[in-house]
């Protein structure tokens, strides 16, 4: 019964930006590491970003400065602003949940980077 719903994804040009959003029911938000993961044709799955319940964040090296990850504990919502995208961001991104040994993943959204 879990749940973790994705959207915001879709095409952008190069530079551009996007908001992914990520909502969890039937969990106990605050208690949950959040986390960005993506997965490029043919590329293993990485992590992007995460984010702990005290707020604590954590950034792959290829996004630092670009992406932001956030949450609003009263919307059970995690948020990932996107910033001068580039072609090589494009992937699927999955929403990820984690406390203690429970580990939950979003369905995934395509975000596409090109002109």
């Known amino acids: 019964q879990v749940q973790l719903v994705e959207s915001g994804g879709g095409l952008v040009q190069p530079g551009g930006s996007l908001r992914l959003s990520c909502a969890a029911s039937?969990?106990?938000?605050?208690?949950?590491?959040m986390g960005w993961y993506r997965q490029a044709p043919g590329k293993q799955q990485e992590l992007v970003a995460d984010?702990?319940?005290?707020?604590?964040?954590n950034y792959a090296d290829t996004v630092k400065g670009r992406f932001t990850i956030s949450r609003d504990d009263a919307k059970n919502t995690v948020y990932l602003q996107m910033n001068s995208l580039r072609p090589e961001d494009t992937a699927v991104y999955y929403c990820h949940a984690h406390f203690l040994n429970a580990d939950y993943w979003g369905q995934g959204t395509q975000v596409a980077v090109s002109s």
């Open positions: 984010i702990t319940g005290g707020g604590s964040t």
């Open positions: 039937r969990i106990t938000f605050r208690f949950y590491t």
